[in-house]
């Protein structure tokens, strides 16, 4: 059974800091592009970064320059590292596989973050 438990979220204020942790059991993690997504009040969930099974990451214009996604397939988890965090940020983050390459996992509870002005 595929589990993609989310952590790290908080409160933070704005410019702050926060890395986000997707501890993932269930599949072959190495063999998997992943991502991370979000989802704010009222909106559609949308991709936010993505790292492939080797190869380039990519990211989201909005998060561009200021976000990091890293993977650690010893721990099979997925970090996103998240820099000079704006209010616009303020969402429930989810990690799932990337969506480009099949269907997403059943989703994860997420990890809210929230950015105060």
């Known amino acids: 059974q595929v589990q993609l438990v989310e952590s790290g979220g908080g409160l933070v204020q704005a410019g702050g800091s926060l890395r986000l942790s997707c501890a993932t059991s269930g599949f072959i993690f190495s063999r998997k592009s992943m991502a991370w997504y979000r989802q704010a009040p009222g909106k559609q969930r949308e991709l936010v970064a993505t790292?492939?099974?080797?190869?380039?990451?990519n990211y989201a214009d909005s998060v561009k320059g200021r976000f990091t996604i890293s993977r650690d397939n010893a721990k099979n988890t997925v970090y996103l590292q998240m820099n000079s965090l704006e209010p616009e940020d303020t969402a429930v983050y989810y990690c799932?596989?990337?969506?480009?390459?099949?269907?997403?996992?059943?989703w994860g509870q997420g990890t809210q973050v929230t950015v105060s002005s």
């Open positions: 799932n596989i990337d969506q480009k390459y099949g269907f997403p996992f059943a």
């Open positions: 790292i492939p099974t080797f190869g380039s990451t």
